[in-house]
């Protein structure tokens, strides 16, 4: 019970420091618009730790289903009319769509083979985009309107930190449950899974379209929110930012992932530019270098991720000993 009190305090802790930390930013629009989007990079950063790191689903697609979310609401709010709420359903089920044909194709296969195809899913969801510019305004950007009437940068932040603990609550749910332990199990050994009846394909397409889902579903709030979306967000740059961010936060953890998302969000915008010392200094496109220094330092001295081990502390490490206490007690109770 004392472990579950500090888990609940812990929990309750973050979700206030949170929720009022606009206001101890002072409602300042800078400073909202980074939070928001390192909330954006958490949900995207922990659905994909879930999928590669739980299910052990490597895929490089999730940066173009995010955008393939954007593009479908964006051009039916553009082309059709429809309000933003009808064009965010539209890419659900498009995404749902695209992830179950992936799944179909893909995850029947070992190997590489869902890694190399979703590499050229992107690129070509790129090019279409890129090339079908008289639709998409192609580079220019294709403009998405707001999300809701006289929304601000206030109701911004509140709106991607709302999906976002919508998103971990569900993966946490998902992790600890039947589902969960068939998806550990897959990863450490299909076939031994699947010689125990797990229909691992149907488990491996399920996490994979359920990933894919929220990726597009993301996007499509995000980019409402930020008013353009752009053919940038399916390079394989984006892509690559996303599993640093999970690499650095805790592979095996989504919330620890969606940590590492908000902290080098976080960095990167604080390291275009900064004074120390009184000297100004502005490191531009360096600052990848600073963060690449940071991935490696993690890979070296910390290869589960900075914030995993304080997510197993706290969570999972009291759970593992009540499991096996109750295991001991149900032996004891046999022999007694």
Known sequence: MKGRAVQLAVIMFIVLFLGLLPFALGGQPYYLEVMTSAFFYAVLTSSWSF????????????????????????????YLGVSPLYGILAAIVVTTLFGFGVGILCLRLRGAYLALFTIALSEILRIIVLTEHQFTEGNRGLLLPPLYSGITHVGQYYVTLVLLLVILGLLWWLARSRFGIFLRAIREDEEAAAALGVNTVRYKVSVFVLTSVIAGLAGAIFYHLVGIVTPEIMQLLQMSLIIAFAVIGGLESPIAAAFGAI?????????????????????GVW??????????????????????????????????????????????????
């Open 51 to 78: 999928l590669a790191g739980l299910a052990g689903q490597f895929s490089f697609g999730h940066m173009a289903f995010a955008g393939l979310g954007a593009y479908t609401s964006g051009l039916l709010c553009r």
């Open 287 to 336: 600052r990848y270098a600073v963060f690449g220094l940071l991935l490696v330092l993690t890979l070296r001295f910390a290869q589960n991720g900075l914030f995993y081990p304080i997510i197993d502390y706290l969570f999972m490490r009291p759970a593992r000993r009540e499991a096996v206490a109750k295991r001991k007690q149900e032996v004891e109770d046999v022999r007694g």
């Open 263 to 283: 902290l080098c969000r976080i960095l990167l915008e604080t390291l275009r530019g900064f004074t120390i010392f009184g000297v100004h200094i502005e490191l």
